[in-house]
């Protein structure tokens, strides 16, 4: 067990028990790279070598680059973004508590490109994950959507193809959150924050998601964390936030691994040279770990 302390808050981190192959580097513990904001979230690595995150209440994105302890703005307002990815182009796609889903281009111009279901404006998009043909995967909750502003009665998950209005695919979550899709983007992953539970969908070959199974549950949300941001590796084990840290399952639903960590985790991204850096947000500060294991980004 580890205790570290990083921009004056406490982190506990006690090394997984592994089953097989480790996947925490051996000897690594995480280090705080960047910290004092209000509740970061949605972290995405650039190619070009630095990493972009949300901070929710800040309506702000902020770049972080390695080798830096601090982290300077990269869009303001940001619609109080949250779940960042990229089209396969490389332009970045916001999922946006303002009710929006927006791409960003090279020159940070902004484009809506979902904002209503069947005339209905979508409640507080969370997560978003992308195709190799452009399709957005993405959920919508209604954190961050005040009960007179909602006009959805339910929480969806969608699909948003490109140039077209957004298809709902589940509506059985109360409160869907993170969305990501296997490496082979046969299936895509949709976890639930109030129940803890993960359910995997087989996408078909003209992007909708057909067999809904129960894939696993990393417990319902409590103040050490819940079901939130998910990353798969190169090897299709997925990792999800949950209470206490970051559970690991092997794609045959096989709980690999627990990591234990004292802080609420709000969300995971690779990143690095070879990819084997997790990244974590948390409230106020975002987190670095060394990895055993190879992550997967497209």
């Known amino acids: 067990m580890i205790l570290l302390l990083g921009f004056g808050l406490l982190l506990l981190f006690c090394a997984p028990q592994v089953k097989g192959q480790q996947i925490v580097a051996e000897g690594s513990s995480p280090e705080a790279v960047t910290s004092g904001f209000q509740f970061t979230e949605g972290p995405y690595w650039h190619s070009d070598g630095y990493l972009l995150f949300s901070d929710i209440p800040a309506n702000t994105i902020y770049k972080w680059t390695p080798g830096s302890k601090e982290s300077e703005v990269f869009m303001k307002p940001s619609g109080h973004s949250n779940g960042i990815t990229a089209t396969p182009e490389g332009m970045l796609v916001l999922a946006q508590h303002d009710g929006k889903v927006s791409v960003v281009n090279w020159d940070k111009n902004v484009t809506t490109v979902a904002k209503s279901y069947e005339g209905k404006r979508l409640n507080s998009p969370n997560d978003a994950t992308v195709a190799s043909d452009g399709t957005i995967y993405f959920s919508d909750p209604p954190f961050g959507v ?121 969300n995971l991204e690779w990143g690095g040279p070879n990819l084997n850096d997790l990244y974590m947000t948390t409230p106020s500060t975002v987190y670095r770990l060394k990895m055993a294991v190879t992550g997967f980004k497209k």
Do not use: C, H, W
């Not at 869907?176 to 046969?186: A, I, K, R």
């Not at 078909?204 to 990393?218: I, Q, R, S, W």
């Not at 417990?219 to 209470?243: E, F, I, K, W």
């Open 146 to 266: 005040s009960e007179e502003k909602r006009e959805l009665s339910f929480s969806g998950v969608y699909m948003l193809k490109p140039n077209e209005t957004p298809k709902l695919q589940f509506d059985g979550f109360s409160r869907p959150n993170g969305v990501v899709l296997s490496p082979d983007e046969s299936k895509l992953y949709v976890n639930d924050s109030s129940t803890g539970r993960i359910l995997v969908f087989d996408r078909t070959e003209d992007g909708p998601l057909t067999n809904k199974t129960e894939f696993a549950n990393v417990g319902q949300a409590n103040d050490s964390g819940a079901a939130d941001g998910m990353v798969v590796d190169s090897q299709g084990r997925l990792y999800s936030t949950g209470p206490g840290g970051v559970t690991v399952f092997a794609p045959d639903r096989e709980e690999i691994t627990f990591i234990e960590i004292s802080n609420q985790v709000t």
